[in-house]
């Protein structure tokens, strides 16, 4: 079964600086999708980056981007110049393709971060 | 350009009781998902919908919980005889036919159980 683990609880960085969230997953399938959505506490799920199983290179989307490592079935997001605005959780998924177009996400537990000034 | 919406937006409701939520996707997105989200569980992958038929209902935890869509469009998830342990954010999410990946969520119906 398809799996997604975040073993960070809740993570403190200071404004500016960059931090690291760390994803790994398991599935035994060939074709699969990794996301990152941020929650903030208004509650509503927040798309921030996707990385595709055979996309070559790490997803940047602004001041996120993928470290993916396939061998370690790794997709940790790092934010760089982290802003008090990104005092959030932090959701790593994985896209459940089930051999078709359905699509539906599994979720890890999250990640709460807390930006200081 | 609106969003995912969903109403209402909190609902408390007593044990027993009947409750309807409502998910407005994006107009021409043709699939639909709901999500449940709480505290000892995360978030959970309850039914999706392609068009109006739902080929995969395999994330509703009891045979109280169902859910259907209409035109499309607008879905309701309906929670027979509420317990206590159905408490939690309910989302829905929708994708447009051409997108394969990005689900766009809606704000969520936070349901308290009393």
């Known amino acids: 079964a398809q799996k997604i683990t975040q073993t960070q609880p809740g993570m403190f960085v200071q404004e500016k600086e960059a931090v690291t969230l760390d994803c790994t997953y398991d599935?035994?399938?060939?074709?699969?999708?990794l996301f990152w959505y941020k929650q903030p506490s208004s509650g509503e799920m927040i798309f921030l980056i996707y990385q595709g199983s055979y996309d070559e290179q790490n997803a940047t989307e602004g001041r996120y981007s993928l470290n993916f490592q396939k061998a370690r079935k790794s997709a940790n997001l790092v934010i760089s110049a982290s802003q008090l605005g990104d005092s959030a959780m932090y959701f790593c998924a994985m896209r459940d393709y089930n051999g078709g177009s359905q699509g539906n996400l599994i979720f890890g537990k999250g990640t709460k971060l807390s930006v200081k000034p | 350009g609106a969003g995912v919406s969903q109403s209402p937006s909190n609902k408390v409701t007593e044990k027993g009781k009947d409750v309807e939520l409502r998910c407005d996707p994006i107009?021409?997105?043709?699939?639909l998902y709901w999500y449940r989200q709480s505290l000892g569980q995360g978030l959970e992958f309850l039914i999706y919908f392609q068009g109006n038929s739902a080929p995969d209902k395999s994330g509703l935890p009891s045979d109280r919980f169902s859910a259907e869509r209409t035109g499309g469009s607008v879905s309701t998830l309906t929670i027979q005889r509420t317990q206590q342990e159905d408490s939690a954010v309910y989302l829905c999410a929708s994708r447009g036919a051409n997108s394969y990946n990005e689900q766009f969520f809606g704000p969520g119906t936070r349901l308290t159980v009393l």
């Open positions: 599935t035994s399938d060939q074709s699969y999708g």
């Open positions: 107009s021409g997105h043709t699939a």
